[in-house]
């Protein structure tokens, strides 16, 4: 398999003629001083929350012993089949490169998570991601379906989707106890979370999207629904996005122990916690 063979796979099939899916002239819609501006914009405030997360996170001292019940396992294959298929869709379409957009990298995470015991590394992979999810809440409102066209491509989407966001988090938590997320008081993790996020969007998806042309997460034109459509909308994303990870996190966790308050503990562990 040549170089040519490995560019047909990861991106051969994504048509730049779909609006903010790619192409020469999305790669050009920003100038590479407007980039780098907006790059050091956010690493410099990555530095920042980074700092403040460092000194003040905080983690449980003893984790609870927690069953393979029947519950963790279904969610565990019913998550993988259909990132499965999702996997096999973009084979199929030429498009693997869209694999690295975050709901797929949240999908992976939370495919870890339902096959990992509760400890320090799991717990702490809980509390970023719950900040992150929000993410698959607006791929829900504001759907990209526009290139699937395989059969059951659009509703493997849907289904991927409402599942890492109203599924897998609160059984998670129902799981492990409310001490799996920090207190609400506690602003480290969603600073966590905004770090990777950044790092993400702008070394990794960002240094990808430049060499390929594709539009990965949009980090090189805008949505057509993009309501800061415009030069600066990276600029104004840096902004609202920092805003939405440190506040809808806190709004999803208060969510779930809010419904979750309702239901019997999943373990005697977890009646002093509830």
């Known amino acids: 398999m040549g170089i040519e063979d490995i560019k047909e796979a990861l991106f051969g099939g994504i048509d730049p003629n779909i609006p903010g899916h790619g192409g020469a002239e999305c790669a050009t819609y920003l100038t590479p001083k407007t980039m780098l501006m907006e790059t050091m914009l956010s690493t410099s405030m990555m530095i920042i929350v980074g700092i403040v997360g460092w000194f003040t996170y905080t983690m449980p001292s003893t984790f609870p012993k927690q069953a393979n019940s029947v519950a963790k396992q ?137 060499l390929t042309h594709v539009n990965l997460n949009y980090v090189l034109c805008p949505a057509t629904m993009d309501p800061f459509n415009g030069p600066y909308y990276r600029t104004a994303a840096v902004f609202h996005q920092a805003i939405c990870l440190l506040t809808l996190g806190k709004v999803y966790t208060l969510v779930i122990k809010g419904v979750l308050w309702f239901l019997p503990p999943a373990h005697k562990a977890h009646k002093k916690e509830n």
């Open 74 to 210: 279904f969610l565990l294959v019913l998550l993988c089949l259909v990132f499965g298929l999702e996997i096999g869709y973009k084979l199929c379409s030429k498009e693997l490169l869209y694999l690295l957009n975050p709901c797929h990298v949240i999908t992976v995470i939370q495919i870890y998570l339902l096959a990992a015991k509760p400890n320090k590394l799991s717990f702490s992979v809980l509390r970023i991601m719950i900040h992150y999810v929000y993410g698959a809440f607006i791929a829900l409102i504001l759907p990209d379906t526009q290139s699937r066209f395989f059969p059951g491509e659009v509703y493997n989407y849907w289904i991927q989707h409402l599942l890492i966001f109203f599924i897998v988090p609160p059984f998670l938590v129902y799981s492990w106890g409310p001490k799996s997320l920090e207190p609400f008081k506690e602003w480290a993790w969603a600073c966590f979370s905004g770090i990777l996020f950044g790092i993400h969007n702008h070394y990794i998806l960002q240094s990808v999207a430049l």
